[in-house]
């Protein structure tokens, strides 16, 4: 989880999972296009972003395509918000039941 | 095969063999897939459907076992059920499951979906949450809650 909050904690990095969002399975190339950041610079932090497994790649013939991997973040969103989400299904169904006036 | 849509990848604690059988096997998929049986005989050309566990005629998902290889590899045609022989409908589910350490790694790629159809849209929501579910079921014991019970589908 560490890995994860390094590297969200970067704007260049959060940008690129913005532009996988947006168009995702993209190689180094298509990345690179319009950013002010050098083709290294924008390896580099792909390379952080894959170590953090927030992108996963495909290879295509020669091409290596980048994509966003939102699960890791699905698993950030549960150790925080899940709880209240379970406690917050608990109070409706104990509602459910005291509404109803079944005993179980 | 065009390039995929979709790319998912997920490190659990577990064993190729029971992640393959969290995925095959409904007494698994139930609980974290939305009460839904992945039923099938996992036959490379045998049909396979993403059905309700407990009315199988609720069928969600259904297509094709394109290979299959256990514990590693398995790779299924997907589509809404009346567009099974439709070849132009089919998308493509492969699942490729590797030894990572003392773990596994768990890559999920969709392909072949058609740009701005309901099943991409529906899908780009539904895989991070049973993968990330799946990962939660098998190291804990249980899944996340709310993936265990049926869904009910929001007016088309």
């Given amino acids: 989880m560490d890995a994860i909050f390094r590297a969200l904690a970067d704007a260049s990095r959060r940008?690129?999972?913005?532009?996988?969002?947006?168009?995702?399975?993209?190689?180094?190339?298509?990345?690179?296009?319009?950013?002010?950041?050098?083709?290294?610079?924008?390896?580099?932090?792909?390379?952080?972003?894959?170590?953090?497994?927030?992108?996963?790649?495909?290879?295509?013939?020669?091409?290596?395509?980048?994509?966003?991997?939102?699960?890791?973040?699905?698993?950030?969103?549960?150790?925080?918000?899940?709880?209240?989400?379970?406690?917050?299904?608990?109070?409706?169904?104990?509602?459910?039941?005291?509404?109803?006036?079944?005993?179980? | 095969m065009s390039k995929p849509s979709f790319v998912y990848v997920t490190y659990i604690e577990s064993t190729p063999e029971k992640v393959w059988q969290a995925l095959t096997e409904g007494t698994f998929t139930r609980r974290y897939w939305v009460n839904h049986r992945n039923a099938s005989d996992w036959q490379v050309g045998s049909p396979w459907r993403h059905e309700d566990f407990d009315d199988a005629s609720l069928v969600d998902i259904a297509g094709h076992v394109v290979e299959s290889v256990p514990p590693h590899r398995l790779v299924l045609t997907w589509s809404l059920p009346q567009d099974v022989d439709k070849p132009d409908k089919n998308s493509r589910v492969t699942f490729d499951i590797e030894p990572y350490g003392g773990a596994v790694r768990l890559t999920v790629r969709h392909s072949d979906l058609e740009p701005g159809s309901a099943m991409l849209s529906g899908i780009s929501r539904g895989w991070p949450l049973v993968l990330s579910s799946l990962k939660t079921l098998l190291e804990t014991g249980e899944p996340l809650p709310g993936t265990s019970e049926r869904m009910t589908r929001p007016p088309e």
């Fill in chain 1, 15 to 104: 940008q690129l999972l913005d532009r996988l969002h947006a168009n995702n399975g993209q190689s180094l190339g298509e990345l690179c296009e319009g950013l002010a950041m050098t083709r290294q610079a924008v390896a580099k932090h792909l390379a952080i972003l894959e170590g953090a497994n927030l992108v996963a790649s495909a290879r295509r013939g020669r091409e290596k395509l980048h994509y966003i991997n939102p699960v890791p973040i699905n698993e950030i969103a549960e150790r925080w918000i899940g709880k209240y989400e379970r406690h917050r299904l608990k109070a409706l169904s104990e509602l459910k039941r005291a509404l109803e006036g079944s005993d179980e």
